[in-house]
Every structure is written in C-alpha cells, then in structure tokens.
C-alpha cells in the first residue's frame, strides 16, 4: 500500500508539472503575440505651430487620417518655422511643418540658422499658403508703405517676438527700404512684439498704428481688428516682393472681398506669401513616408474638413517648386502615379 502511494503520489506532482508547463507556455506565446503587435506599428513626432493655431490642428488631423489608414502612430508638439527645422535635424521630430524661407536658409546655413541641415527631404508643398497683411488703421493717415519710408513718419507697428517666422520676414522686409527697428525708433516710432491676438487687442485699442501678422485667409486676426478699427491693408509693391522672393517667399494676393469690413476690401491687394510644406527627417524609413503620401493624396477630399486652408492643397501642386529634394518615400509614390518622372 505505501508502494502505491508512492507512485500515486509522483505521478500526480507530474501532472502538475505538466500543467505549469502547458500554462507558462501558453502566457509567453500571448506575450510574445502581444509583443509582435505592439512592435508592427510606428510612432512618429510630428512638430506643428503653438497649440490652436492652424499648423497644430492640421498636423493632428492629418495624423488622426493616417491613423485611421495605417498602423503609424503619430504624436504632434508645438514648435514653428524657425523651431522645426532644428527639431528634424536632431531627429526630435520625423515630420515636420516648414515654409520656403527656413527651408531655404536651413540648407544654406544661412539666418537666421547658425549652422547648416542637410538631413531634411519633402514629402509634399501647397499644404495652404499664409499671406502677409500689413494693416494700419485710417487714423494715422497713412496712405502706402512707401510714404511711411519716404516721410519717416513715426509709425508704431506690432509684430510676432523675435526669432518667429513673420519677425524674421518684417526684418527683410525693412531691409529692402534701408531700415531697421533702430531706424524707426529714431523717427520717433515703437516696435511691439506681440502675439496675433496681443497684435489685433493693441490695433483695437489704438496702442499701435499698424500690424504685420502672416496669417490664411480669410483670417480671423483681421476680421477681429476690423470690427474695432477703421483699418486698411496696404499693397506691396512689385518691387518689394521681388527682393522677398531671393529669400523663399512667393509674389501673390489678397482677392477682393476677403475682408468686406476692411476699408480698401473690395480691391484686390498685392502682397507676399508663404506656402506651407510638410518635410520630413531624410533618414526615416522610405515604406514609412510612402504610405504616409499615399494615405494623404488618395483623402484630399477630407484634408479641407480638417482645416479651411487645405482646401488649396492638390496633388498636382504637391511637387512643384521643391526647396530639397523629395523624400524616398514621397517620390516612390509620385512616380508610381505618374505625377513625376
């Protein structure tokens, strides 16, 4: 009998031994299934504008459609013109919204970057343009923005803080008329750095003479100043765009009644602008980037729910007027669809 027990015994801790056996191997194929999950999708950073600006909610929209198409999982952070191209470089970001300028100056080493980047590609332009709108209110009797030069009338303007893309530009834009923020402090004028709303409360409220915001169209910045504010939007001279077109901007216009309160908005108003490009690290993974273009080309239909302003977006204008070259990614796609060769 204790014989018997014996082996009753040993054979029971086997079978418990078996079944131990059975459930740890059972747990780690869940794991290792788990693992090969997690591990088929990929997480980007995508770096945008300030939080509830335009850039910033086209960037998550885009990145929530490519969600829903794909297994690339994209996080989006605040940055800028200035900010992103630095952002991409040091591969803080993969994607990355930019503009002409700071494309064009980032791969030269030229201002207002200190260095040189040569690690950025495009996956795509025209993703909406922003034009530049330089307002003065009907009070300080300013007609043009040559007769402010010409006259060294005293003009305070507000402006984005410095070391942000429309400051950057403003600088140029002086330039062009031999002046500087020296210059026009010693004509008895002020220079305030603002934000755009910061901007549009000091037109309101006569703290400033004029604003110079880089903003879509239509934009609320100026339908805000103009309801209270006499305000007109000056042209730009032919030959101002002209000198910003060496650093990347782009000849365009204001069409008549964008602004119907605006004093002078039922004319058409020359003036400069800036597109927006997506641009990403050249070293990210060329299958990435070729279904990132892929799922964005094949939803245009769905990019102007996201934003108004992509409503401009079109797969024809997507490769035109390239600052770098195209992503891998980005051009495996265009050629597969003929838009390139």
Request: glycine residues 8%.
């Amino acid at each position: 009998m204790k014989k018997s027990h014996v082996v009753l015994w040993l054979v029971t801790i086997f079978v418990i031994f078996l079944a131990a056996c059975s459930e740890e191997t059972t747990d780690n194929g869940e794991n290792n299934d788990a693992e090969a999950d997690s591990s088929s999708s990929t997480s980007l950073t995508w770096a945008a504008g300030a939080q509830g600006g335009g850039w910033y909610t086209m960037a998550g929209g885009i990145s929530n459609l490519i969600g829903e198409h794909s297994d690339i999982d994209i996080n989006t952070i605040p940055g800028g013109s200035m900010q992103n191209m630095p952002f991409i470089a040091d591969n803080e970001a993969q994607l990355a919204w930019m503009q002409p300028p700071f494309i064009q100056a980032g791969v030269n080493g030229e201002s207002p970057f200190e260095e040189t980047y040569d690690n950025v590609s495009i996956i795509g332009n025209g993703f909406g343009t922003n034009h530049f709108h330089f307002v003065v209110t009907e009070d300080s009797g300013i007609e043009s923005i040559e007769q402010i030069f010409e006259e060294e009338i005293p003009i305070r303007i507000g402006v984005t803080p410095v070391n942000n893309s429309d400051e950057w530009v403003f600088r140029k834009f002086l330039e062009f008329y031999d002046s500087d923020y020296e210059t026009i402090e010693a004509n008895g004028g002020e220079i305030f750095h603002g934000s755009y709303q910061e901007q549009v409360d000091a037109i309101r409220n006569g703290n400033v003479d004029a604003i110079f915001p880089q903003v879509a169209l239509p934009a609320a910045t100026i339908t805000e100043a103009a309801v209270g504010a006499d305000i007109k939007i000056l042209p730009m001279s032919e030959e101002v765009m002209s000198y910003l077109e060496e650093f990347g901007l782009a000849k365009n216009s204001i069409p008549a009644e964008t602004y119907p309160d605006v004093i002078n908005g039922d004319k058409e108003i020359p003036t400069a602008s800036m597109g927006n490009v997506l641009t990403a690290n050249s070293n990210l993974e060329e299958d990435t980037v070729y279904e990132i273009t892929k799922i964005i080309n094949e939803n245009v239909n769905q990019l102007p729910d996201i934003h108004a302003s992509l409503e401009a977006y079109s797969v024809e204008g997507s490769t035109n007027n390239l600052i770098v070259d195209l992503h891998p990614g980005a051009e495996r796609y265009f050629q597969e669809t003929g838009q390139i060769e």
